[in-house]
């Protein structure tokens, strides 16, 4: 429904956050796979997530009666053809990536020599070296290591399987299904919320009044409106078919009584949460409920929504449910799909508000307004009684497509899964950037709020990363001249001026494998076992938007060399020989220190973004 107000065309994420990064060279998107597991140093993997089943083509879509092909309406959005690795696996061909794998068969060798531990969160501080994936069930699993952070983006259905299959959520379930615990988290996966919502009709009958369905059944309308767009870009075509929606406060629509909004307050927190709830996640709960039922009252908050269809629909979805759901595992194999229960209208305040909405759009059907549109009630039925619209309510209830609070921000002993810096309880370098950290739904639609978690996780991750202990990186940002003396404390001394920075660079490298260094400008690291100095001049007045930098390293000079495409230089003088990764003791884990990635972003079906600092700005 966004529409790009310059040229009248559908804005998306992609159009506004990966076209214009598109080409960094540390950019690397694999579509069509799914995250089986994320690996931590010392622990042991779910060897049964890792382990294909031949013959097993599922791919993680899941699917329902009706939808026989997946849960998509018919369709499929991943239709990704498995194609041959087109890396060679010999050292001669690709030496840095034949050491990756040779340092990925020890890390595992190692995990699996390690016994399970209870993973407390008060004490554990588990690093994710990496994650595991693969486009099907019966296919190899592949790793991509991480030098950073591990960043989990997979949705609040997803997101807590994803963690439950690694060993982080509730015990008891974790080894129900023989999933090694790593840590114990009983929120994982509980307070699930969803804005539901019920469809109502009351079709307008008065044609003299343009409305979206003419341009499925009025063949001279829809000519005249693609003509008005592709000519001028306006006319209806430039118009959402639903772009007009409200948020009443229950006081207004139920006419100020209190009786609704009195019940709610009388509940006790445990009386309809699921049963056998954990004491920390029944505590957070607690806390909502006492905000959510003073919003009731409240005639400046919103209780419930109106979305208005143009053409006689009236949905009615609750902006404040009290029904708690659940996201679980019932297998330790990553293609089945998770168990998702939402619980809806199981908290009968929910449906007295969606009754009470209901009720309300008769009211406005008869108004000045929309009278005129000569409006019929279809469905409910304009003489139903209550017993037949709680009926009615109990088939069309379903979901708003605003799942949240899976992995909430709050903390621990309410039930929480990450913390303010969004990293998941109980590990160093795991975060979760998606809706289900959200404690409590917002009384809106949840696209323009997830655009905003992302944008300041990305700032958190920024500010993290700029004194980040892994794989000890210094950043160099570009203007004029900078210096870096790259050791075990990394001092760091730099002359740059923001206004002047480049929005972005990336690098491509071919560096001998006895050594470790990555030189980058803009952002990216700078890392080896020794006393680099580098030094580099960069004409800002001619350089292009981006800089792509080809590294060669001459061990036999100990020179490092680099050539731009806007013509700057950069030569680091290496002072002493610089030691194999393999002898030299770095922070962080041994195996991530090794790889070209920074962060692993990890999201549904699932998207692996290897970066060395691509965060959104």
Not at 37 to 42: A, K, L, N, R
Request: with cysteine; charged share 10%; net charge negative.
């Amino acid at each position: 429904m966004n529409i790009d107000p310059d040229n009248e065309e559908r804005s998306t994420a992609r159009t506004s956050y990966y076209n214009p990064y598109a080409y960094r060279h540390n950019l690397w998107i694999s579509t069509g796979q799914l995250v089986t597991q994320i690996f931590f140093e010392g622990r042991p993997p779910n060897s049964m997530a890792s382990a294909p089943i031949p013959g097993d083509t599922s791919n993680g879509q899941g699917g329902f009666p009706g939808h026989p092909t997946g849960i998509f309406g018919g369709t499929t959005t991943l239709n990704i053809t498995n194609v041959a690795d087109p890396y060679a696996t010999s050292w001669k061909s690709n030496p840095v990536r034949w050491l990756v794998k040779r340092m990925m068969g020890m890390v595992k060798w190692r995990r699996d020599a390690t016994a399970a531990t209870s993973g407390d969160p008060s004490s554990s501080t588990l690093v994710a070296t990496g994650v595991e994936f693969a486009p099907d069930a019966q296919s190899p699993r592949q790793t991509a290591l991480a030098t950073r952070e591990v960043i989990v983006a997979a949705g609040a259905l997803h997101s807590p399987q994803l963690l439950m299959l690694s060993g982080i959520g509730p015990a008891t379930t974790l080894q129900a299904q023989g999933v090694p615990v790593n840590v114990d988290l009983p929120g994982v996966g509980n307070n699930l919320q969803d804005h539901g919502q019920v469809w109502c009709w009351y079709p307008f009958y008065n044609e003299s009044y343009p409305n979206p369905t003419m341009l499925a059944h009025n063949e001279s309308f829809a000519d005249a409106a693609w003509e008005d767009y592709w000519a001028n870009r306006t006319g209806p075509l430039t118009s959402g078919a639903i772009d007009g929606v409200a948020f009443p406060a229950l006081p207004y629509v139920v006419n100020g009584s209190t009786a609704i909004a009195d019940a709610a307050k009388a509940q006790a927190p445990q009386q309809f949460l699921p049963t056998g709830v954990d004491s920390t996640v029944l505590e957070g709960f607690a806390r909502q409920q006492s905000m959510m039922t003073s919003a009731l009252t409240d005639v400046t908050r919103a209780a419930y929504e109106i979305i208005n269809a143009n053409d006689g629909v009236l949905t009615v979805a609750n902006m404040r449910p009290l029904s708690r759901g659940t996201i679980t595992i019932n297998s330790p194999t990553p293609f089945a799909p998770p168990v998702i229960d939402p619980r809806y209208g199981s908290n009968p305040i929910d449906v007295q508000i969606i009754q009470a909405a209901m009720v309300f759009n008769q009211r406005l059907m008869y108004t000045e307004s929309l009278s005129q549109m000569d409006p019929t009630q279809r469905y409910p039925a304009a003489d139903a009684e209550d017993v037949e619209m709680l009926q009615y309510i109990n088939v069309r209830y379903q979901t708003e497509y605003h799942p949240a609070g899976t992995c909430a921000m709050m903390p621990l002993e309410l039930g929480g899964v990450v913390s303010p810096e969004l990293l998941v309880y109980g590990t160093q370098n795991l975060r979760v950037v998606d809706s289900s950290i959200m404690p409590m739904l917002p009384a809106a639609h949840l696209q323009a709020v997830v655009y905003g978690v992302a944008e300041k996780a990305a700032d958190i991750i920024k500010a993290a990363n700029k004194d980040n202990s892994y794989g000890n990186p210094t950043k160099s940002q570009s203007e004029s001249t900078s210096t870096a003396d790259v050791g075990s404390t990394l001092p760091r001394t730099s002359t740059s001026s923001p206004a002047t920075q480049l929005p972005s660079s990336g690098t491509a490298n071919t560096n001998n494998s006895s050594i470790r260094t990555t030189v980058t400008q803009l952002g990216s690291t700078s890392t080896a076992g020794s006393t680099v100095h580098s030094t580099s001049t960069s004409p800002l007045a001619t350089q292009p938007t981006s800089s792509s930098v080809a590294l060669a390293n001459n061990s036999a000079s100990n020179t490092l060399k680099s050539q731009s495409d806007s013509g700057s230089t950069s030569t680091a003088d290496v002072i002493s020989s610089l030691p194999s990764p393999l002898t030299s003791p770095l922070a962080g884990p041994p195996p991530a220190s090794i790889t070209y990635a920074g962060p692993v972003i990890v999201t549904t079906f699932v998207t692996v973004v290897y970066t060395q600092t691509v965060y959104m700005t």
